[in-house]
């Protein structure tokens, strides 16, 4: 069974507490919602395999640890996991980036999918799918879906805010599946809105609507 991690760090809290107002503007809202992805991605990298190297310092020869195997790729649902890209980037610089486009119909809460392009030998990478809202768990599960048809194996998801539901959903759909929540809020609205939530994370990023 996949974990649930929730973040328990000081600053991550302070972080999403600020960005939760809605006195906050476009900029800042964007610029913390990366240092956020940042600090989750710390986390959210803990098991990543090393294996040992020799070094030679100025001083002495010791052994090290580098990170082996191919070169991760971190996977934004569109629109607004493309605010985690760069924020996860700043730790791993090296790593690939794919786009899954979906949007979630107003009506129905349906995802429906629009895009999909990942990076080569994507099956043999780490995955992580990014996307700062889990409301109902339609567009994540149905993001996972989609890499797990291509033949992806390896996947975290990581999310700034969840709601219950969609974590239950996520748990039911892929038990396999780690997912690092920011903050786990009290539940949906009728509207499918995360209460307290931030509002729509997409419009706030990018200052649309
Ligand atoms: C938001 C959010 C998630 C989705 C979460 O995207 O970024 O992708 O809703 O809701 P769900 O768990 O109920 O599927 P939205 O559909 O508003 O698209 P956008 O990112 O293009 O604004
Ligand atoms: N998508 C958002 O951007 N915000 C929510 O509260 C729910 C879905």
Redesign the pocket.
Known sequence: MGKIHVMDHPLIAHKISYIRSENVGTKEFREVIGEIAQLMCYEATRDLKTRDVNIKTPVAETTGKVLTGRKPAIVP?????VGMVDGMLSLMPAAKVGHIG???DPKT?E?VEYYCKLPADCEEREVFVV??????????T?AIRMLKEKGVAHIRFLCIIA?PE?VERMQKEHPDVDIYIGALDER?NEH?YIVPGLG????RIFGTK
């Open positions: 649902i569109l629109r607004a996991g979906l949007y979630r809460l995802p996307d700062p809202m889990l409301a109902t768990g339609g567009s994540s149905a709601a969609g949906l499918g729509d994370a997409g419009d």
